[in-house]
């Protein structure tokens, strides 16, 4: 639901005077041509193409139509002009020619005389068109010629001139732009024209004296009034204009037409389509609104309303079909909203006017909930217009009727230990609310509501800026409510006076049924709620929508929002089009302005568009937003000493609270709200420094957690505080916290077996659990600390407590405080510290919170034991900050790592995949843990066996070796590219990593072994791009570089980019040879040919060529380079493959043609049954051979003959491309041997090696030419002709023995 960040009105405004200049330019050359004579003349037809262009043009301008405002006067004019020189031209007797191609100029004129309507609208652009009557005749005569034409009466079938819709929709409007000529049409008529004979329509009675004109244009008008296209609308506005003309009323034919429709409504005829009677209904509808403030209708009125009514009510086929159309069903609420109106203004017109107009409000209010959005619309804009004419009293009936709407279907449900009922939304038809909140919206925009009556009205609106329903998809379908509630909010804005909306006062929550009024003002309430609309609504128009309507707000009713300046430029109409910025970025903004955003931010978060939306993706940013949000207020709000912390600590009272009342099938929102804990929880923990606790005890706490854990059963306490005790500070919120995670962790297991979307659960589980860690530590802290305050004295059944300051020195906890976590790295020195934290903590008895551990330790279990791939990286490192926090007194630490162990070590084939994935991330993290050792600590005789790196390693590679499973080992590779173990115990896995780089593993998926490859890469570049290169690692760069070569120039490009990376670390070692080559190196694409020059021209360089380092590893590195390399210049895309063949001509072109030779024979040698690489072998020496390379060695190829003779003797299958190859190679050798075994491939079995091996020999010598080889034998060859075939003759004979001639 993000918007684009580059907008498309700006992209507009940059580029509107490039557009303008363009259609300026191109219009005259378009519309004229110039004659021989010199003179202009315009143009018969044109380039569809053209026409195209120039819409094209125009269309843009839809995003902001008053860019075009300055240049209508010119452009418009040309164009009309230039379509009446058309229509006065003869017509060309010439044959016309690419007819396909061209259309006629009148039809590209109205063409763009459409598009400027559609950007701008017809009522603007027609004002532009000439309003000299002498056109008349012109444009009627054209469109009467063209309805010829479309009857198939006089169209050329050469030309096909046929009219289109756009010359018909622009004729009209222009003819009933000219009918608005001040004198009598019978005064325009032509004296050809008075006797035309009346054509007859049914239902239509001409009057007597009818002008000729007037008898020209009905018939028109009446024939494109049933038109399905944009006719109909020009159609309906020139029958109105002649109807509604003074002279033509006078004669009769504004009754005669109304007559017409009327009975063509009511006639049960048959055969009729829907447009027709749309048609009818949008004449109805203009002749009613252009009578307004007149009585030209009173005498049709009942006559109309009684005709729409029974079309509503009956049941007649006609009538169905009429009810059927969304179209209809708006035109006859546009029919009875004029009538209505009318009546108000004229109440004598019809009899029981109250009545009628009762009858239409009613219908008015049904049509509210109709499925079709323009019906809707149509009916909440009808209601506004005519609350607006009826007296105060009768209006604010209206507006009750409306809201009474809105109690339909709402349930009161007791909801979250609210004491009251709440609303429930579920069960009301969201189209009927979307319709109920655009009538408020447009009453209020027509200020048809006393200022008074507006408290429930704008209470409604609230409600409908927070409606939201899910449909049985899961998709949104409250989004059109939201948005009318915006309209509706800026509405009032506009319309009403500060003074009159600063008496209001609204409820304080619209969901609670009843509930308390707020003290706040009305204006301050609805900006809090937009600022929350505008900040986290999911869809990005509701966030502009409400950006806009706050913007309003405070700009007409200045001085009253608090920070209302402020809070403008933050929530900006462009800041929020981002979801993710304008909840992580203006949200945050808005809420340290003032406590207002801050509390509606928070409570929103905690909402549907927070932590209860239906994507998991959303709930993890509301989350984060969360915890920042309160972490930021809490800095910034600081008001008394005593309650600093106050912000966090209501925060998770708040997350505790609704946490406790989710029922167990709420998984999302349980998902969302334990990541919401956990982020406040984590953002705290950024203040809850070593230093910070320091403080705090230099100024005295109490910890009254110690009062809860050390008061023996039976005991009766009695304590005697200081003035600090209950003070909200660092303390208090670690005690808070750790009551929260436990009453979370507790319901968590209860009901793990029964949670669906295990895999979110643990998500969140594992995030608060990493988030706790620290907090444990602490609490360690503070309970030593509240222990040695604490004086403990009993007098019979009762223990007095009493409290003394101690000194920070006595504190031996404080001094070994850190708070390492794996979502970071861990030196050594923090993970002994830790460790020596926890040591201490066993000695002074003050171990983590034993309640808290025991339960996240099987919690845990089952989050690892999920394997699922999106939860084990997080889950993983929650398993590792769990096992700093675990003492070892009693093996308990080295008992689970132990058990991580065997676990990560158990595998059953065929068993579920990923099988201990999670475990082996663990014990990665884990690793250096084994090589702590703390002796003092153990006093078991050495008799128990502790985990080592070794049994860590031996239970890696067994994962590794046994059923060789993809996913695991990438997993494996993944997890040692990442880890210290690495560096530390580099030698043990650089053979897995070259057993990584040389997996090349397929199956139905496809190279599956491509996923062990890019980890195993990146392994591989993390040893040489760590702070040192030792012995070490030294020789396993020498084993795995030229693997590394092979994978930054094989043809996958996933692999190629890892590639590129682990080389450029691998030369940053050796920029004092060749400086900033790395630099260059990353630069390039791993598609192009300076990549693939860039890795040809590293055989060349002094340091892997030359120097005495690598020179012996360099040969081998060559081959292990052009391994990759040919599977490129082969088997790549087409745009890889002609670069990487473009960089090897070009290398070879430098001189070293040679060393890529050696290199392919190498491979030749080492790898002749690899089809992976043989073929692209055999491959690469061709194109060597057809671009001549080959031939300027001057060297002996009769090992190359032997190679791929070898090549072609291969066991097994031997497949049709290595065949091929192998002709192409001999082909180039061109040596008896080699058009020896191209004779013996001749009468192969496959007709394909056939074909290509007398291919060869055709464009060797010309053999073979005309005869078909698929099909030949002995014979064949018999009827060559001998002169052609004298160089082959010997060889033929011998080997398919034919008889000497």
């Not at 203040?687 to 910070?692: F, G, N, Q």
Request: charged share 25%; net charge neutral; proline share 4%.
């Amino acid at each position: 639901m993000d918007a684009p960040e580059d907008e498309q009105d700006v992209k507009l405004q940059r580029k509107a005077a490039d557009l303008i200049a363009d259609l300026s330019k191109s219009l005259g050359p378009f519309l004229w041509k110039a004659t021989k004579s010199g003179r202009s003349a315009n143009r018969r037809r044109v380039r569809i193409r053209d026409t195209d262009r120039l819409v094209n043009l125009l269309e843009p301008f839809q995003e902001d139509p008053q860019l075009l405002d300055p240049h209508l006067d010119k452009f418009v004019p040309a164009l009309a002009d230039a379509l009446l020189a058309y229509l006065r031209s003869p017509p060309s007797k010439l044959p016309e020619t690419n007819t396909q191609l061209l259309i006629p100029l009148s039809r590209a004129i109205c063409r763009l005389l459409y598009t400027f309507c559609k950007v701008r609208g017809e009522k603007v652009i027609v004002r532009f068109f000439s309003t000299e009557t002498r056109h008349l005749e012109l444009l009627l005569s054209a469109i009467e010629k063209g309805s010829e034409q479309e009857d198939g009466q006089s169209a050329n079938p050469e030309t096909g001139d046929s009219w289109e819709w756009e010359e018909r929709y622009i004729v009209l409007l222009w003819l009933s732009q000219l009918l608005l000529a001040p004198f009598d049409l019978a005064s325009i008529s032509s004296e050809d024209t008075d006797d035309i004979v009346e054509p007859t329509i049914p239902g239509l009675s001409w009057p007597r004296n009818t002008p000729g004109l007037t008898i020209r244009v009905i018939p028109l008008a009446l024939r494109y009034l049933s038109s399905s296209g944009k006719e109909r609308d020009a159609a309906k506005i020139l029958l109105v204009r002649v109807a509604m003309r003074k002279d033509m009323q006078e004669l009769g034919i504004l009754k005669a037409l109304v007559q017409w429709a009327l009975s063509s409504l009511i006639s049960s005829q048959s055969g009729r389509s829907t447009y027709y009677y749309i048609g009818i209904l949008s004449f109805l509808a203009g002749i009613l609104v252009s009578s307004q403030s007149t009585t030209d209708m009173n005498a049709y009125l009942e006559k109309i309303s009684r005709c729409i009514q029974n079309i509503f009510s009956g049941e007649e086929p006609v009538f169905k079909a009429i009810k059927s159309s969304a179209v209809a069903r708006k035109t006859m609420l546009k029919v009875l909203r004029t009538i209505t109106v009318l009546i108000i203004e004229n109440p004598d017109s019809i009899p029981d006017s109250d009545l009628a107009i009762e009858a239409t409000i009613d219908h008015l209010l049904d049509s509210l909930a109709d499925p079709s959005t323009p019906v809707r619309l149509a009916a909440s804009k009808a209601l506004s217009v005519i609350t607006l004419k009826l007296p105060e009293e009768m209006a604010v009936q209206v507006a009750t009727a409306v809201l009474e709407s809105l109690q339909k279907n709402t349930l009161y449900v007791q909801k979250g230990g609210h004491k009251r009922k709440t609303r429930d939304l579920s069960r009301v038809n969201p189209l009927e609310w979307h319709g109920l909140m655009l009538t408020m919206a447009h009453l209020l925009y027509r200020r048809s509501i006393p200022s008074g009556e507006l408290p429930p009205i704008l209470d409604a609106l609230r409600l409908g800026l927070v409606f939201e329903q899910r449909s049985t998809s899961g998709s949104s379908i409250g989004t059109n409510v939201r948005d009318a509630s915006c309209f509706g909010i800026w509405a009032m804005a506009r319309r009403y006076t500060t003074v009159d909306l600063q008496r209001l006062k609204l409820k304080n929550d619209v969901f609670i049924h009843g509930g308390p009024i707020n003290e706040s003002s009305a204006l301050q309430i609805l900006a809090t709620e937009l600022v929350v609309s505008a900040s986290l609504d999911p869809a990005g128009n509701i966030r502009r929508g409400s950006s806009a309507a706050l913007q309003e707000l405070i700009g007409r009713h200045p001085n009253v929002i608090v920070e209302g300046i402020k809070i403008v430029q933050v929530v900006d109409y462009h800041a929020v089009a981002l979801r993710s910025r304008a909840v992580l970025e203006v949200a945050l903004q808005a809420g340290e302005l003032s406590d207002h955003y801050y509390h509606g931010l928070l409570n929103a978060l905690l909402g549907w568009r927070g932590i209860q939306d239906g994507d998991a993706a959303a709930r993890r940013v509301a989350a984060d937003a969360i915890g920042k949000l309160v972490l930021t207020k809490q800095m910034t709000d600081i008001k008394k000493p005593g309650d600093a912390w106050k912000v966090v600590n209501d925060a998770m009272d708040i997350v505790g609270e609704r946490l406790k009342a989710l029922a167990p099938r709420e998984v999302e929102e349980r998902h969302g709200l334990i990541l919401a804990l956990a982020a406040i929880i984590e953002n705290f923990n950024y203040e809850c420094t070593t230093e910070r606790i320091a403080s705090l005890i230099d100024s005295g706490l109490e910890y009254p957690r110690l009062f809860q854990l050390h008061v023996p059963a039976g005991a009766e306490l009695q304590v005697h505080t200081s003035t600090n005790f209950g003070r909200c500070d660092l303390a208090h919120i670690v005690s808070v916290a750790l009551t929260q995670v436990c009453s979370a962790l507790v319901e968590v297991n209860i009901h793990w077996s029964s949670f669906r979307k295990l895999d979110l659960m643990a998500e969140s589980c594992s995030r608060i659990i990493i988030a706790v860690c620290p907090i444990l530590r602490a609490d360690c802290v503070f309970r030593q600390y509240e222990s040695l305050a604490v004086i403990r004295a009993y007098s019979g059944n009762r223990l007095s407590l009493s409290r003394y300051k101690p000194s920070k020195s006595d504190l031996t906890l404080l001094k070994y405080l850190h708070n390492p976590s794996f979502l970071t790295e861990i030196n050594h020195s923090e993970m002994g510290l830790a460790v020596k934290f926890i040591q201490m903590a066993h000695k002074k008895d003050f171990l983590p919170d034993r309640q808290t551990m025991e339960l996240i330790r099987p919690l845990l279990y089952n989050i690892l034991d999920l394997n699922d791939i999106d939860v084990v990286e997080v889950a993983s490192i929650a398993a590792a900050d769990v096992v700093l926090l675990i003492d070892n007194h009693d093996h308990q630490r080295s008992d689970t790592l132990w058990e991580f162990n065997r676990r990560a070590a158990t595998t059953v084939k065929g068993g579920r995949t990923n099988q201990g994935k999670s475990y082996i991330h663990a014990l990665f993290k884990i690793f250096p843990l084994t090589g702590i050792s703390f002796p003092e600590q153990y006093n078991d005789g050495n008799t128990y066996a502790h985990p080592r790196t070794a049994d860590l390693i031996s239970t890696f590679w067994h994962r590794w070796t046994e059923f060789q499973e993809i996913e695991i080992q990438a997993t494996i590779l993944s997890c040692v590219a990442s880890s210290s173990a690495l560096h530390t115990h580099t030698a043990d896995f650089v053979n897995m990593i070259g057993e990584g780089l040389d997996n090349y593993t397929t199956n139905a998926r496809g190279d599956i072994g491509s996923l062990v490859r890019i980890e195993a890469t990146k392994a591989a570049g993390a040893i040489w791009g760590g702070p040192t290169l030792d012995e070490i690692k030294l020789d396993a760069f020498k084993k795995l570089f030229g693997k590394v070569l092979r994978a930054a120039s094989e043809k996958l490009d996933r692999v190629r980019v890892e590639g590129q990376k682990a080389v450029a670390c691998a030369l940053k070692r050796r920029t004092d040879i060749v400086p900033n080559t790395n630099s260059i190196f990353e630069s390039f694409s791993t598609s192009s040919k300076e990549y693939f020059l860039f890795l040809l021209e590293l055989q060349t360089s002094d340091w892997l060529a030359h120097g005495s380092l690598f020179r012996d590893d360099a040969v081998e590195w060559a081959r292990e380079f052009m391994e990759g390399y040919i599977t490129s210049a082969d088997t790549g895309s087409e745009d890889l493959i002609r670069a990487s063949r473009a960089a090897l001509a070009e290398f070879c072109e430098m001189g070293h043609t040679a060393i890529v030779y050696d290199s392919l024979i190498r491979i030749l040698e080492t790898r002749p049954n690899e089809d992976r690489v043989a073929i692209p072998c055999l491959e690469a020496l061709s194109f060597l051979f057809d671009w001549g390379y080959l031939q300027k060695m001057n060297r002996s190829f009769d090992d190359l003959n032997r190679l791929v003779k070898n090549a072609m003797k291969r066991k097994g299958k031997i497949g049709i491309r290595r065949l091929e190859a192998c002709i192409k190679v001999f082909a180039g050798l061109n040596d008896p041997d080699a058009l020896e075994q191209l004779a013996r491939l001749v009468l192969h079995r496959f007709p394909t090696i056939r074909n290509a091996a007398i291919d060869e020999c055709f464009v060797l010598k010309g053999v073979g030419k005309g005869v078909n080889w698929a099909k030949a034998d002995t014979d064949t060859f018999e009827a060559l002709d001998i002169e052609y075939t004298c160089f082959l003759w010997d060889i033929l004979r011998a080997v398919i023995k034919v008889p000497p001639r």
